[in-house]
């Protein structure tokens, strides 16, 4: 399986191998050392060798671009005139992703739950596993460490779960985000100004329907291929969509990532225990270090920066937690579940442009005309054609509280619902092919 991961991402690039390797060997030097020692001191200076060293690969990789071009302007607007070497840098396919993964081994090599550093293969097949090498999601060391435990139940219903995970994956990439694209990038397209409003809201909500169909598409796709290799990877989404507060969609939506930041950012500064602006202030650092984590661009800083005012502001308002469980799930199509679900669209506005000018000129359309269009009226139909029998099935599934709900139904219904998957996957296929959305972070 190391070699199959090796092989998996070399195949992209062979050259980047090396900086996968080096980051494995740094980090596995520190979790053996760590296991040796009693010293806090040292075990300190450790864990921030490893943290350097990681933030070096990722900082050089993904934001020298950014910070050298920023801070050339401003250097610029002070009346220098700075020349500063120019790279051409290309990112690793993964990076963010393997580097918080093996991160993950610090905590573990603290706590001494595990000896982190018996095993050097263990190891390097934890941080370069393939399935969630490139997107996800980011595993807790707790979970590979059984990476050859069985999947519980009947062989049939063991098979069955693979099959459906599979088959609404391909749905939700192929046929969902895939043929939505073509709306989101035609609405999105930077050569397009003063749009009506009313195709802004089509292509924000083709967008939204596109990056969750295409990124929970890929985090199923790992946990299908796992679950046939016996390795059980945990859920990344939990029909994100249907939150009625900031927070509870933060615990639907990319959880692998959104539990990651709130262990290893906002509990280490401080998280809620030092008074109300202590605590505004943490949200708000950890909202700026996620948005910024996805991308070396002023637009994905805005988007954390409109995720932390969208906790700050519900914790002001005492309605950071609506209700309990049961009332969430009765009213996820209440006033409540609708607002969060367009304060989160008008998030992705700044997710999806190509510049903060952009993302800026669209918000402000919004408070144009909503006659529709011919091309909104168009849009709107794929979009309900595509992402209605999705979104029924996930709000049943999100009403019962089970992810499993389709395997508890009759045979007769599930053979329908494959019929219908399969259908769609031979009639409707993308007039053009789309990357996965999260290969770029």
């Known amino acids: 399986m190391l070699v199959a991961s090796y092989v998996f991402y070399g195949y992209w690039d062979w050259k980047f191998l090396g900086l996968l390797f080096a980051a494995t060997l740094v980090d ?36 020298y671009g950014f910070f050298v071009r920023e801070l050339g302007e401003l250097l610029t607007s002070l009346g220098f005139q700075p020349h500063f070497p120019v790279l051409k840098i290309i990112l690793p396919v993964g990076i963010s992703f393997y580097t918080f993964q093996s991160d993950e081994l610090h905590d573990r090599c603290v706590s001494r739950a595990h000896q982190a550093g018996e095993d050097f293969f263990n190891f390097a097949l934890f941080v370069s596993y393939f399935p969630q090498l490139v997107a996800g999601p980011i595993e807790r060391p707790a979970r590979p460490a059984s990476h050859r435990s069985k999947a519980s139940g009947s062989t049939g219903t063991v098979t069955s779960r693979k099959a459906s995970i599979m088959c609404w994956w391909l749905f939700k990439k192929v046929v969902l985000a895939d043929n939505v694209a073509l709306i989101a990038n035609h609405v999105f397209d930077s050569s397009r100004t003063g749009l009506p409003a009313v195709e802004v809201v089509v292509g924000v909500l083709a967008f939204s329907l596109q990056i969750y169909g295409d990124f929970s598409g890929y985090s199923s796709i790992a946990q299908g291929v796992s679950r046939w290799m016996g390795i059980g990877l945990s859920y990344n989404f939990r029909m994100p969509y249907f939150s009625r507060s900031p927070s509870e969609f933060w615990q639907r939506w990319h959880i692998s990532l959104s539990s990651w930041l709130r262990d290893y950012l906002y509990i280490s500064l401080g998280g809620n225990r030092r008074g109300n602006m202590r605590t505004y202030v943490n949200l708000m650092l950890t909202m700026l270090l996620g948005g910024l984590w996805h991308g070396a661009s002023w637009t994905f800083v805005f988007w954390g920066a409109w995720h932390g005012l969208l906790l700050v502001g519900y914790r002001m308002a005492g309605v950071e937690t609506i209700g309990d469980a049961q009332g969430r799930i009765a009213c996820g199509l209440c006033l409540p579940g609708r607002l969060m679900f367009a304060l989160v669209c008008i998030g992705w506005i700044f997710f999806r442009a190509d510049s903060l000018a952009q993302a800026l000129d669209m918000i402000a359309s919004l408070a144009g005309s909503y006659r529709p269009t011919e091309y909104s009226a168009y849009a709107a139909g794929l979009l309900l054609f595509f992402a209605a029998p999705l979104l029924v099935f996930e709000w049943l599934v999100y009403r019962a509280g089970d992810m499993l709900l389709f395997l508890r139904q ?24 789309q990357i996965f959305i999260y290969f770029q972070f």
């Open 28 to 63: 596995y030097y520190v979790s053996t050392r760590m296991a040796d020692t009693q010293s806090k001191s040292r075990r300190r200076r450790l864990i921030v060798l490893s943290v350097v060293a990681n933030l070096t690969f990722l900082g050089f990789f993904k934001y």
């Open 410 to 433: 009759s045979r007769f219904v599930q053979y329908l619902g494959y019929a219908y998957l399969l259908v769609m996957l031979m009639v409707f296929p993308p007039l053009t092919q």
